[in-house]
């Protein structure tokens, strides 16, 4: 295999995530992978200006007796460590030793390995393993009548919040998901079309919704619908589904990752054997089976099967309007657009397939900010890391309320949320295909 050299053109590639050998596990070869790592970043320091992961290893670096990693306590690693939240953009978009390059830089699986290490010898924290169990809180806050709307009461009391923030760990300022009884499952009625395939797409797709998408967004879930249907699309719902397991990934927790999927990958091999192609309306659960699953599980035909059949929503639209698919009678204008790329959608390698959607409606300007929103699920809830979460988010917010645009989007709900509750400008988030639905009139 050839060398990539600092600089190269060549396309960097992903390696298996080897997670079943017993080298994974190994504490002294993580700890001295950590330090080889590190050791380029130090000299690097490229990355500085994303996440705190690389802040906080110069400051342990810097502050150290020799300033160099070997002055750094191992015992130290782990405060890296707990900054990463796995957006991918280190790899992706900054470093440059990433393979092939000889010095084979992974930062974000080195982190995962990391993480799963300290997951297994912890266990971890209640309220960490509570907020990534987003199965069963959203089964838990919808399924009884009225609990929902006294829990959504309650996370807007600022008496029950300052509790919370003391008992749990969860910060008071946070914006939290709101649930709703009547889920998306429970509403989502499709129309009987005659898929017509196109280029790469079927023109049948499956909704994988999502725990988010069922149970806190269920209008968006319609919005699909409504976008994908107006486009003679054939649209279902997954017959069943349990979170894609991205929390738990990002927690460490691999053996709650492979019970969630072994839950999915069955049903949604299923629907692929069937002619579906699947959709998702988060980005994070998109990057889970293009991405994360594949390489978690490399000699999983049914894991590889989904993985082709996965498709970013833009992106699906984008392959039908190359094909002359996608109609054009928009009969509302959506005015000027600022537009967050959430990092999950940006490392699919993809291009602004959103943007360019939303392009073609008239009148219609996209202002695409290109920066992390700071906050990666449960990063921007947490009481240790509220903060630094508003630090990341700063750039962006300062770009949305400079433009002032009409609207601001992000195709990542949470992040949305988290930006419009910082951002002086913004009355309410949107998300992309909600925009589209009414450039539509529908």
């Keep these: 295999m050839s060398q990539r050299g600092e600089g190269s053109l060549e396309a960097p590639t992903r390696h298996p995530i080897a997670w079943r050998e017993d080298h994974f596990w190994d504490k002294s070869a993580l700890n001295e992978e950590l330090e080889r790592v590190y050791d380029v970043c130090h000299g690097c320091r490229r990355c500085v200006s994303l996440c705190d992961s690389f802040p906080t290893l110069f400051d342990l670096v810097d502050e150290s007796e020799t300033m160099e990693v070997d002055g750094v306590d191992p015992a130290d690693y782990q405060k890296v460590v707990d900054q990463c939240y796995l957006c991918d953009l280190c790899y992706l978009t900054k470093c440059p030793y990433v393979p092939p390059h000889e010095w084979n830089i992974d930062f974000p699986h080195l982190m995962l390995r990391a993480k799963a290490q300290s997951y297994k010898a912890t266990g971890g924290k209640f309220r960490d393993n509570l907020l990534t169990s987003t199965d069963a809180m959203g089964k838990a806050l919808t399924t009884i009548p009225l609990v929902d709307v006294t829990a959504n009461a309650m996370n807007k009391n600022p008496l029950f919040r300052n509790a919370l923030e003391h008992t749990l760990g969860v910060h008071r300022d ?10 998306l499952r429970k509403q989502f009625v499709s129309q009987a079309k005659t898929p017509k395939p196109l280029g790469a797409t079927t023109g049948k797709v499956a909704f994988y919704a999502t725990c988010y998408g069922n149970y806190t967004t269920p209008d968006l879930g319609l919005d699909f619908v409504k976008v994908f249907e107006h486009n003679d699309i054939a649209i279902e719902l997954v017959p069943k589904e349990a979170c894609c397991g991205m929390p738990k990934l990002e927690l460490g927790d691999l053996d709650s990752v492979d019970a969630l999927k072994e839950k999915n990958i069955p049903i949604l091999a299923q629907l692929v054997d069937e002619g579906f192609d699947l959709i998702a309306p988060i980005p994070s659960c998109v990057l889970m089976y293009k991405q994360e699953l594949p390489l978690m599980y490399p000699d999983d035909p049914d894991v590889l099967k989904v993985q082709k059949a996965f498709f970013d929503p833009f992106e699906y639209l984008f392959l039908r309007h190359k094909q002359g698919g996608l109609k054009l009678d928009f009969t509302t204008s959506l005015g000027d657009i600022s537009y967050q790329v959430a990092c999950h959608l940006r490392v699919q390698n993809i291009g602004n397939k959103t ?18 929103s700071g906050h990666d699920g449960t990063y921007a809830v947490k009481e240790e890391t509220r903060a630094k979460s508003v630090k990341i988010a700063k750039p962006v917010v300062r770009q949305v309320d400079t433009k002032k645009a009409q609207h601001f989007a992000s195709d990542c709900p949470m992040a949305a949320v988290h930006i ?11 998300h992309p295909m909600t925009l589209l639905r009414k450039a539509y009139g529908l």
């Design 420 to 430: 419009a509750n910082l951002a002086e400008s913004v009355d309410e988030a949107a």
């Design 355 to 372: 943007r360019d959607i939303l392009n073609l409606v008239a009148e219609t300007e996209v202002h695409t900010i290109e920066r992390c």
């Design 174 to 183: 946070a914006p939290l998901p709101t649930y709703h009884r009547k889920t």
